[in-house]
């Protein structure tokens, strides 16, 4: 006796929907929870006319096709989607703690052990996608969502494109997290590769520790800063978490930390690594 196959078919019917969970610019999310199974998720509500006129359709196509096809612990889910006459529906994983960015304004920022989980998480997602031959290229905390367990669960693939890429894209929001390569003119400066993303670590890393972005100005000034690769680290942070900022700070992308580097630095090992006795006091108790 076969169980039925899940249907690969969603409709609107097939959903109670629950409170907002949030907006972004082309729609709002809300929980959601499917009928049958009782399955709880977060439902994306894009209107299509705007995706139109803000020329966002080919983002949201790539964002089905990539994220679809993701599953890692720190990457948000995308289960399926569906569409109506005015709207497209995304189906998502719901994360549990909500919006990262939030907490971060709340917090100001955040303490040197909880930052290094995060980075540390965000370095396990990138290293999936970039095997992947996937470049997120839009890393900053409004992208970011936290699960049930305060861990860290990278959406927003809208921005992603496939390894390597000379895409230009008109990008609009911050330019605090822009890498150099990406704000040079001209057409063979436009092919860049997944470094980009080891540039993008190393803002979210400052602004974690610092609670504001390292090249925070107006736009003019943030670019020339950008591109100088010019910012000051307060005295507050570590000493290792700074020689992490400055090591995927760099303006040659060939020159930044890898992300095997990166969980391997000093200031992770600190904080992410069970310490020796830990792992002992473990292997002890299981006779591992
Ligand atoms: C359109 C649009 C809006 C957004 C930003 N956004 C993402 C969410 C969201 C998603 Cl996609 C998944 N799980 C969520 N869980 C929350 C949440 C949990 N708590 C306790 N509080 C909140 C809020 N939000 C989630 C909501 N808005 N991107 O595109």
């Known amino acids: 006796q076969q169980t039925a196959p899940k249907p690969k078919v969603f409709h609107l019917g097939m959903f ?14 809300y929980l959601a929870r499917e009928r049958s199974s009782g399955f709880v ?3 994306k509500v894009l209107h299509k006319n705007e995706l139109k006129h803000g020329n966002a359709e080919t983002q949201v196509r790539r964002e089905i096709e990539i994220q679809s096809n993701l599953r890692h612990p720190n990457i948000l889910r995308l289960f399926g989607h569906f569409h109506d006459s005015k709207r497209i529906f ?4 719901f994360a549990g703690k909500g919006e990262l960015y939030k907490h971060l304004r709340r917090e100001n920022r955040f303490p040197e ?15 999936y996608c970039h095997k992947k031959h996937i470049i997120h290229r839009d890393i900053k905390p ?18 992603s494109v496939h390894a390597p890429s000379n895409r230009r894209s008109t990008l609009c929001g911050t330019l605090d997290y822009l890498p150099p390569e990406m704000l ?3 057409r063979d400066k436009n092919i860049y590769s997944n470094k980009v993303d080891l540039w993008s670590l190393g803002v979210l890393t400052y602004e974690f ?11 003019v000034m943030t670019q020339r800063k950008i591109a100088r690769g010019e910012m000051t680290v307060p005295s507050f942070v570590s000493a290792e978490a700074r020689d ?6 760099v303006l040659d992308p060939e020159k930044r930390i890898s992300l095997d580097q990166v969980q391997e630095h000093p200031w992770i090992i600190k904080y992410c690594v069970k310490g020796e006795r830990a792992t002992m006091r473990e292997s002890k108790s299981t006779g591992s």
């Open 41 to 43: 998720c977060a439902l």
């Open 16 to 29: 109670e929907i629950g409170r907002p969970l949030g907006k972004g610019k082309f729609g709002r999310v």
């Open 209 to 219: 520790l610092v609670g504001e972005a390292p090249f925070e100005d107006t736009p």
């Open 142 to 159: 409004e992208n970011i969502l936290l699960g049930i367990h305060g861990e860290i669960k990278l959406s927003d693939f809208g921005w």
């Open 90 to 93: 995304l189906i998502l994983e």
């Open 113 to 127: 052990w909880k930052a290094a989980q995060y980075v540390s998480q965000m370095a396990a997602a990138l290293k």
């Open 184 to 186: 040079k003119p001209g």
């Open 244 to 249: 992490l900022i400055k090591r995927l700070l």
